[in-house]
């Protein structure tokens, strides 16, 4: 038996929600498979969901869009049987952009939801097989 660390991160910006919105999409839905299959397997994992924007609106807006977004992502995770204690959610707003705000590509980077899955150590059983070499004279 060997133990392992593992943490994962994840950010989904394209396709998770339309603009505005705080829904989270079919697409979106499925993006977040790979985060809820860890979280299944290993029960004692947790998650962080924070919720981005760009800079178009005001702060004030901004920031309370990436709550509810950051929320809905944490609620699909919970329906999707991952107990809610597991589950922290919080938004960011317009304060932390990766790309520039300048042009649309930007913008749609910004737009996003980083769900991080902090490290954690599960043990894993390990086959080990006997190899046998012998000296070549």
């Known amino acids: 038996t060997v133990v392992v660390t593992k943490a994962q991160t994840e950010s989904f910006s394209q396709g998770m929600f339309e603009t505005n919105s705080t829904e989270l999409s079919t697409d979106g839905k499925i993006a977040l498979m790979p985060i809820v299959e860890v979280l299944k397997a290993h029960p004692q994992s947790s998650v962080d969901v924070v919720g ?9 807006y901004n920031m ?44 749609a980077q910004n737009r996003r939801v980083d769900a991080t899955i902090p490290a954690f150590e599960y043990q894993q059983e390990v086959q080990v097989e006997e190899v046998i070499v012998e000296a070549a004279e």
Do not use: C, F, L
């Open 52 to 60: 981005h924007t760009d800079s178009t609106g005001s702060a004030e």
């Open 64 to 107: 309370m869009i990436s709550k509810k977004r950051a929320a809905a992502v944490a609620a699909y995770i919970e329906e999707q049987g991952i107990e809610s204690d597991r589950i922290s959610a919080s938004g960011q707003g317009e304060d932390n952009p990766i790309a520039s705000n300048d042009t649309a590509e930007g913008r």
